[in-house]
T-cell receptor, first 112, second 113 residues
Framework: ETGVTQTPRHLVMGMTNKKSLKCEQH?????MYWYKQSAKKPLELMFV???????ENNSVPSRFSPECPNSSHLFLHLHTLQPEDSALYLC???????????FGEGSRLTVL | GESVGLHLPTLSVQEGDNSIINCAYS??????FIWYKQESGKGPQFIID?????DKRQGQRVTVLLNKTVKHLSLQIAATQPGDSAVYFC????????????FGAGTRLAVHP
């Protein structure tokens, strides 16, 4: 148990579906992150939220839409994805400005 | 959480031997480095970090060495155990005041009994 919980752990969706990934952290951190880990690239930063405000959008296509309603929750809304979006999506949290990220176990996404 | 499909460099060691995992970085202005371990089916987990004003930092069975002259970082694991089998990543933060970490490609460590 890392203190960062991701659901679902596995998701299979068609290209026309809309789904969401959820992340919840119980560590009192005020920064949260989405990373993508795929066969082609090991760990790519997608989004950073600090104090519930998005501070980084790392050139991610608009079919990925993050939402951070409060400092404990982070969502990644998925819409009209492509098969190449199949990957492990990792959520992480940290104290603002601190060196260590705490990762969840990831949501394995397969797009058919 | 495994990097399926990636042709990661693999280090194979015998149980009980010492392991050395290497990482090269390109930004000479980087002042902080972190090592993460990712076991199969799990997210990356922090192991140890080091600031650029240090050459060496020791943890429990792990040591990180930093050579700023050649921009090289290494992670040494003493008396490697089967539970050490994982993919190991080095990471460095970009600027910004928050942890925008850039990860290396990773090295797979396989420990054989």
């Amino acid at each position: 148990e890392t203190g960062v919980t991701q659901t679902p752990r596995h998701l299979v969706m068609g290209m026309t579906n809309k789904k969401s990934l959820k992340c919840e952290q119980h560590l009192g951190h005020n920064a949260m992150y989405w990373y993508k880990q795929s066969a082609k690239k090991p760990l790519e930063l997608m989004f950073v939220y600090s104090l519930e405000e998005r501070v980084e959008n790392n050139s991610v296509p608009s079919r990925f839409s993050p939402e951070c309603p409060n400092s404990s929750h982070l969502f990644l809304h998925l819409h009209t994805l492509q098969p190449e979006d199949s990957a492990l999506y990792l959520c992480a949290s940290s104290p603002y400005g601190a060196g260590e990220l705490f990762f969840g176990e990831g949501s394995r996404l397969t797009v058919l | 959480g495994e990097s399926v499909g990636l042709h990661l460099p693999t280090l194979s060691v015998q149980e009980g031997d010492n392991s050395i995992i290497n990482c090269a970085y390109s930004n000479s202005a980087s002042d902080y480095f972190i090592w993460y371990k990712q076991e199969s089916g799990k997210g990356p987990q922090f192991i140890i970090d080091i600031r650029s004003n240090m050459d060496k930092r020791q943890g429990q069975r792990v040591t990180v060495l930093l050579n700023k002259t050649v921009k090289h970082l290494s992670l040494q694991i003493a008396a490697t155990q089967p539970g050490d089998s994982a993919v190991y990543f080095c990471a460095e933060p970009f600027s910004g005041g928050y942890n925008k970490l850039i990860f290396g490609a990773g090295t797979r460590l396989a420990v054989h009994p």
